[in-house]
């Protein structure tokens, strides 16, 4: 899973991506101290994986990973090379999903690009630069498809649908909003790469003081959450500043000092949460002696196609799979004992993959 990270400069954005990565993004109190695109790749928290690590004595204990990118501040008028420019655009194109870092703490010492605290204004500029990037790729696309439209009728189909989603963005909607009406539209769609097509998870960035009852008593907070719902997106409620604290913290540490803040868990555990659950998308796990690993895979998958996460011939081959719950595996205390109370279950092509499964694939090719 791969997501990008956009905001105005000074809203906390870069100061996020270290404490989440430990990648070391500069973060300095003026715009544009990001200048190259920053990666980094985290692994994603998961209990789960250390219990059957346990149980098993795995020599080698293996986690799912989200890779972040970070870009530059935008700023009105990015799109058309303002600040930066639109180049640092390109670079969240191929992300599953957009974190958007709103800032919603009051700080005199921390320069506000526009001079007060507003996130829902933040959010429309940052959404209109992401509309006019997107307007640039589909006027290339419709031009493109304009030069066959008279002799292909599909052609012609698809530039009627490119005129609708290019009104759309020209009357301000996201891509994402427009209603489409059957498959060829969310096959086009899927091809184009847009920004606003991307699901959004707001990142919503308060005061420590804030944290303890998840911003519900911070207006711009509760202003945040209204517009994410109806926009049927994700927020979760982030101190850029106390994550960064918690990101050089060893686990027992960890615990401890969120317990003292009155939290159950940390930044990164709310925007797994928030992204797997805005993405449709949740875990499985392949336990033994010499690897216990997650795989993430969407919610609905059959068992071939999860054993082709694994490898392309698991899933060619598939035979069977042979499926115990994790938690049900460990109360039983050994693989044997669970089998023997009949919780081991053998099942086959149809069989859908739920959260949480111990899987072993047996095929043949």
């Known amino acids: 899973m791969k997501l990008g990270i956009v905001g105005l400069p000074n809203v906390g954005k870069s100061t996020l991506f270290n404490s989440l990565t430990k990648a070391g993004a500069e973060s300095a109190n003026y715009p544009f101290c990001t200048i190259d695109p920053n990666v980094g790749v985290v692994t994603v928290p998961d209990e789960r994986l250390k219990l059957l690590g346990d149980f098993y004595h795995s020599k ?28 640092f655009l390109a670079n969240i194109r191929e992300v599953d999903a957009i974190v958007h870092v709103v800032r919603c703490f009051e700080d005199s010492n921390v320069i506000h690009v526009d001079g007060s605290i507003d996130p829902l204004r933040d959010i429309e500029t940052i959404n209109l630069e992401l509309i006019f990037s997107d307007l640039e790729i589909l006027e290339r696309r419709i031009a493109k498809v304009t030069k066959t439209a008279r002799m292909d009728k599909e052609a012609a189909k698809e530039l009627d649908f490119l005129q609708k989603v290019k009104a759309h963005l020209e009357d301000g909607g996201m891509a994402i ?26 990142a919503a960035n308060v005061a420590e003081g804030d944290l303890a009852d998840d911003g519900e008593s911070n207006e711009h907070v509760q202003a945040v959450r209204k517009y994410a719902a109806e926009q049927n997106s994700e927020i979760f409620v982030i101190c850029a500043e106390i994550e960064e604290e918690i990101s050089e913290l060893d686990d027992d540490e960890k615990k ?36 216990t690993r997650a795989w993430t895979i969407k919610i609905g998958t059959k068992a071939p196609q999860a054993a082709g996460k694994i490898h392309t011939d698991f899933e060619r081959g598939f035979i069977k799979a042979e499926v115990v719950n994790y938690q049900d595996l460990l109360d039983c205390g050994s693989y044997a004992g669970a089998r023997e109370k009949g919780l081991v279950r053998m099942e086959g092509k149809e069989y859908v993959v739920q959260d949480g499964d111990v899987i072993l694939f047996r095929f043949n090719v």
């Not at 489409?180 to 991307?198: F, I, P, R, V």
């Not at 940390?266 to 992204?275: D, H, I, N, R, Y």
């Open 60 to 87: 080698k204990v293996t986690p799912a990973v989200i890779e972040f990118v970070d870009i530059a501040g935008l700023v009105k008028g990015a799109s058309k090379g303002e600040g930066l420019g639109n180049q």
């Open 177 to 202: 909003t427009l209603e489409l009406e059957n498959e060829d539209e969310e096959a086009w769609m899927a091809t184009y790469n847009l920004l606003t097509w991307k699901p959004v998870i707001y």
């Open 256 to 291: 401890m000092f969120l317990e003292d803040l009155g939290l159950k868990e940390s930044g990164l555990e709310k925007l797994v949460k928030a992204s797997y659950h805005l993405l449709g998308l949740m875990s499985f796990l392949t336990a033994g002696e010499d690897e």
